[in-house]
């Protein structure tokens, strides 16, 4: 049985960090950021990518109307490849919650909670390269070359939705919207949330929950 593992929590809290240190540990994950596939679209230019940049560029979530249909087709698609997942970003409203819910349901929803300190500081240092979605810091991950990606040579920037004010836009987008889906899993009894101000606090006992998820499915399954 292939399980869907939701990392959620507000933006810069780590779940990219996270979600590659699942698939790199535990065989058979994808990873699915729906903030990647969006930006994909705008670095191609395509007609949702226009539409899109502007809400990102103000802090705000993309409207589902816009984006719902494309995400839930990508995270399908996902599974009809028999991966197990890891989901960053999506679903991350109530209405999406049952829209993935009733195609795609999730194992285990996994809230991360770093102090806001932590965050603002984190994406103060962050730069990406566009193009590929790689992602570095300048504290703990920084290009070998500065301000230039590591694979390409290429450029990079400033994530558009990285300034101050979108930072804090999207702070309190995450409490109306995003922490309600964490809300509802863990009153599904498929929900928890793990404090911590790094991703080297937070990883091991990501990990241990994971595990232990997998065992209780093989122990059903076997049984």
Same mark, same amino acid.
């Given at each position: 049985?292939?399980?869907?593992?939701?990392?959620?929590?507000?933006?810069?809290?780590?779940?990219? =960090?996270?979600?590659?240190?699942?698939?790199?540990?535990?065989?058979?994950?994808?990873?699915?950021?729906?903030?990647?596939?969006?930006?994909?679209?705008?670095?191609?230019?395509?007609?949702?990518?226009?539409?899109?940049?502007?809400?990102?560029?103000?802090?705000?979530?993309?409207?589902?109307?816009?984006?719902?249909?494309?995400? *839930?087709?990508?995270?399908?698609?996902?599974?009809?490849? &028999?991966?197990?997942?890891?989901? #960053?970003?999506?679903?991350?409203?109530?209405?999406?919650? =049952?829209?993935?819910?009733?195609?795609?349901?999730?194992?285990?929803?996994?809230?991360?909670?770093?102090?806001?300190?932590? !965050?603002?500081?984190?994406?103060?240092?962050?730069?990406?390269?566009?193009?590929?979605?790689? =992602?570095?810091?300048?504290?703990?991950?920084?290009?070998? %070359?500065?301000?230039? #990606?590591?694979?390409?040579?290429?450029?990079? $920037?400033?994530? %558009? #939705?990285?300034?101050?004010?979108? !930072?804090?836009?999207?702070? $309190?987008?995450?409490?109306?919207?995003?922490?309600?889906?964490?809300?509802?899993?863990?009153?599904?009894?498929?929900?928890? =949330?793990?404090? &911590?101000?790094?991703?080297?606090?937070?990883?091991?006992?990501?990990?241990?929950?994971?595990?232990? *998820? *997998?065992?209780?499915?093989?122990?059903?399954?076997?049984?």
């Amino acid at each position: 049985m292939m399980q869907r593992v939701l990392l959620t929590g507000a933006v810069g809290c780590g779940k990219g =960090t996270i979600a590659k240190k699942v698939v790199e540990n535990f065989e058979g994950f994808a990873y699915f950021c729906a903030g990647d596939v969006i930006r994909q679209h705008i670095s191609n230019g395509s007609e949702l990518g226009k539409r899109a940049s502007s809400f990102l560029k103000a802090g705000e979530h993309v409207p589902e109307n816009l984006v719902n249909e494309v995400l *839930l087709q990508e995270v399908q698609r996902l599974r009809e490849r &028999g991966s197990h997942l890891v989901l #960053d970003g999506f679903p991350r409203t109530l209405s999406q919650l =049952t829209a993935v819910e009733a195609s795609v349901p999730v194992s285990l929803c996994i809230e991360l909670d770093v102090p806001r300190k932590v !965050i603002e500081e984190r994406l103060s240092k962050r730069l990406v390269h566009l193009a590929s979605g790689r =992602t570095y810091n300048l504290d703990y991950n920084p290009p070998r %070359v500065p301000g230039k #990606d590591d694979v390409t040579g290429e450029p990079l $920037e400033r994530r %558009v #939705d990285d300034t101050d004010e979108a !930072i804090r836009r999207r702070m $309190e987008v995450y409490k109306k919207t995003e922490s309600k889906v964490a809300a509802a899993y863990r009153e599904a009894g498929v929900g928890l =949330t793990i404090k &911590g101000d790094s991703s080297d606090k937070i990883w091991p006992v990501v990990k241990e929950q994971i595990e232990a *998820l *997998l065992e209780q499915k093989r122990q059903a399954k076997s049984g």
